[in-house]
């Protein structure tokens, strides 16, 4: 739709004297809620005071001598000029999609430019629980996305690997673990000699101390304490790479906090070049008064460095090291004043690309009707939902398509897909929870019912096979509908990466399935008397494509067959 949007601009714009840029009119363009009302309109109030009319003056002249190659008829409703677009646009968007297949939607916009994305990261040798998914999908969403549109995309699981909680661990291992433990259980074992460490310095407090001196240890070097927590690592990494395999997910760099330790001085000494360190009950802190912030905290009153410390030093490495255009940081929003924070301190050193610095936070996830069971306190693992998620589709699968083959890879395919789709259905701001009969129902706004439209255009395309024919004429309105839906595409990609929200487009594919099936109801594909319809065909092809590109950016696969 963006073409006949900039041409509809181009000729509204030569009619208002240019009282609102091209640019500007293009995006004032909206879809009515109500198609009889017309395909696009134009509210005129925007023009009003420059042209000092009434809105409804301004449709009203505005329609009379409208005409715009594409458009078939500008109406005046109200203050509102509404626009119906021309028949041939139908066949035209179908065989342009039809024949740039995947790359329709695609731009080099971001040509050139690099954008590093900072997700997942958890914090070693505790569990992965729910609170990573939002980090983890909306993460690798918008690094999609950016590739979609030609950046060059740099995903870094910046681990939590480094600070105190490995001298816990690491006292905890000693004495209440042991290799056989570990080996067996896995991530899981660490977890459990972690939490007793806690319950017993309640009751010992002295076991904090040793748990310092263990990690004052590893900082120094001591080769015991360096191969044990490397090890951990190894341990942990090796459990998240089942997740992210089950989302499709590869990182480009596991760089995490500890690689940072050497990066570190350069920056502190900077900062205390720049002037901007005080010192504050024996640490070390930059304040933020003055941006009405609470202080930034860089080395703690033993000189030990602080998260923000090395989150410092890790953007300055990675200005150095890939020149980004953007770097962008998913957290919770539990941690937004902490890059509020670092940020304005960058931004103090001289750094003049601060500014390139994005935080993208997002809200809390709760566990509503059903409980999952967990091993590990209260917390919820994402391998078990995603487990049991899995395990659910494969039980529908059994009943209702007993012979399918692939039955586990699809399971997966639609049990972790459901969850992702659920979760990235509302915007990323707003607090969710999480119902796993909702997510995995066929019939609902759900996952499960976007790829099963997917794979009925698989099904229908395998029966009636190939065409190299181009689409020539639609008529019934369920079909503009879907046509008009399917040029959206490239709008709702610019408008998911504009506002950091792949919601935008978890909301764009459904509304595809949702327009393709009243098509499928209401449009005989092939006739009673076995006939092919050829355009239908062809919009099948193109729904097909598109639900396929835009489940890919939101870490859905699209399995063939359910
Ligand atoms: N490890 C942190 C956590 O689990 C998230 C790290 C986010 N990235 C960063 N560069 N601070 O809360």
Known sequence: MTELKRKIAAAIWAMTDGVQSQEDIATLLEYPPDSTMGDLALPCFKFAKAMRKSPMMIAASLAEGFSCEGVKEARAIGGYLNFTIDESFYCAIVNKIVREGDRYGRSDEGKGKTVVLDYSSPNVAKPFHIGHLGTTVIGHALKKLHEFVGYTCVGINHLGDWGTQFGKIICAYRRWGSREAVEAGGVDELVNIYVKFHEEAEKDPTLNDEARAEFHKLELGDEENIALWK?????????????????????????????????????????????????????????????????????????????????????????????????????????????????????????????????????????????????????????DLFAAAIEKCLDVINEKNPTLDNKEETAEAVGVGAIVFYYLLNGRIKDSDFNMDDALSFDGNTGPYTQYTYARCSSILGKVGETDKEAVQYTEPSEYALCKVLSRFPEAVKAAIRDYEPSVITRYSLEVATAFNKFYQDCRIISADGEVNVNRVLLVKATRTVIREALSLICLKTPEKI
């Not at 930059?286 to 410092?312: E, Q």
Request: glycine share 8%.
């Open 231 to 383: 090890w951990f690592i190894a341990i942990s990494l090796a459990e998240y790479k089942k997740t992210y395999d089950q989302l499709g997910i590869e990182f480009d760099s596991y760089n995490g906090e500890a690689f940072y330790t050497d990066k570190m001085p350069e920056q502190i000494a900077l900062m205390r070049e720049k002037g901007i360190l005080t010192l504050d009950d024996g640490a070390t802190i930059v304040n933020l008064d003055a941006y009405n912030m609470p202080p930034c905290l860089i080395l703690k009153r033993d000189g030990s460095t602080l998260y923000p410390t090395r989150d410092i030093a890790a953007a300055v490495y990675r200005k150095r090291t890939y020149d980004f255009d953007k770097c962008i940081y998913v957290t919770s929003s539990g941690q937004s004043l902490h890059f509020a924070q670092w940020f304005k301190v960058v931004d103090l050193m001289g750094y003049d690309w601060a500014d390139k610095l994005v935080h993208v936070p997002y809200g809390t996830i709760s566990i509503g009707g059903e409980k999952l069971a967990t091993r590990t306190g209260n917390v919820i693992l994402l391998r």
